[in-house]
């Protein structure tokens, strides 16, 4: 059967951005016009990534707080626990709260430079152990990260779906899924999610991909396969800029659209801080700028 016509459903889906902190004035130009050009879509929230190891802390912060002060955006604050003691990450989450932030992305986060992970001796050592600490700090909303193909350190599928419950039951009311390009394997993860009596949202992250160069080194980080059909696609297109943002569109599309058609309702955007490719995917699923 071909696809229902998501944009002319109603209502149309709920939606949320990431961005990351950017590093020099140009990026931050490039964020800056991407946040407005995404703005009226009205995300239910926008969240701030904090770069490896906590290296991002000061400009994670800037940008949260910028949002608060100067958009109508919801910001969500990702924090991480790698390297840091309990005090030190209670401060961060508190300046958080202080700020006017209420809602947290917790995550145990990896050590910089690829080494393999210890929890810090006085920190959090895993997401779940963050949750309860942030739950002690203030009644903050909580996301946290699911793997729908297994995170690569976990000892089996099984056991990181019991981690993810854990997380939730600690205070976490969604779940944001790791970049996943084979949308099967997102489904199936939602159906053992479910047999193992996990009923909060766990929504998909989309990343609309023009880069295949760039979603090749990401997934190999996030542990996501990358399907031979996509390599195909944009095989031979690397000076062909044009060419691949319609081929991404495309893919990102057809993603969205089986989802939806499988009841999803809600969809979390890896925006990589461009705004073109969101936004389109965004109409797509029948999402408008409010009049
Ligand atoms: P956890 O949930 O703690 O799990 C980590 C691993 O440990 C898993 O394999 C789990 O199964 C295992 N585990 C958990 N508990 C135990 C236990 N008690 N004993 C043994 N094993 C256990 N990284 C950043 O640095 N900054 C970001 O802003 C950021 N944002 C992200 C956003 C999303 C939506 C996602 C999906 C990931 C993000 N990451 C970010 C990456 C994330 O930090 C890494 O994937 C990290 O390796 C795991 O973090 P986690 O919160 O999932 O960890």
């Avoid at 696809?3 to 709920?14: D, E, G, S």
């Avoid at 961005?19 to 964020?31: D, G, S, V, Y």
């Avoid at 955006?73 to 401060?91: F, I, K």
Wanted: aromatic fraction near 8%.
């Amino acid at each position: 059967d071909p696809l229902p016509t998501p944009a002319l459903r109603a209502p149309a889906p709920a939606i949320s951005f990431e961005f990351f902190p950017p590093k020099t004035e140009t990026l931050e130009a490039q964020l800056w016009a991407c946040i407005r050009r995404l703005e009226p879509l009205a995300p239910r929230f926008v969240s701030i990534t904090y770069g490896a190891g906590g290296s991002t802390q000061e400009r994670t912060h800037a940008t949260v707080t910028r949002l608060v002060r100067e958009t109508t955006l919801v910001p969500a604050a990702h924090l991480t626990c790698v390297g840091a003691s309990r005090g030190e990450v209670d401060d961060v989450a508190r300046r958080y709260w202080d700020a006017g932030v209420r809602h947290i992305v917790a995550l145990r986060g990896d050590p910089p430079g690829g080494t393999a992970y210890a929890p810090h001796p006085e920190g959090y050592a895993y997401a779940a152990d963050l949750v309860a600490g942030l739950r002690r700090v203030a009644d903050f909303e909580i996301s946290v990260a699911a793997y729908p193909e297994t995170h690569t350190q976990a000892p089996s599928p099984q056991a990181d779906l019991d981690n993810l419950k854990r997380k939730l039951d600690a205070g976490a009311t969604r779940a944001i899924s790791q970049v996943f390009f084979e949308t099967g394997h997102f489904l199936d993860f939602l159906d053992r999610a479910l047999a193992a009596g996990i009923t909060a949202p766990i929504i998909p992250g989309i990343m609309p991909v023009s880069n295949f160069g760039q979603a090749k080194r990401i997934s190999e980080m996030a542990g996501t396969h990358v399907p031979a059909w996509m390599g195909e696609m944009f095989d031979g297109l690397d000076d062909d800029a044009e060419t691949r943002k319609m081929v991404a569109a495309s893919i990102a599309a057809e993603q969205v659209r089986t989802l939806q058609a499988n009841g999803i309702d809600e969809f979390h955007f890896y925006t990589l801080n461009r705004a073109d490719l969101t936004y389109a995917i965004a109409r797509i699923l029948g999402v408008k700028p409010a009049r």
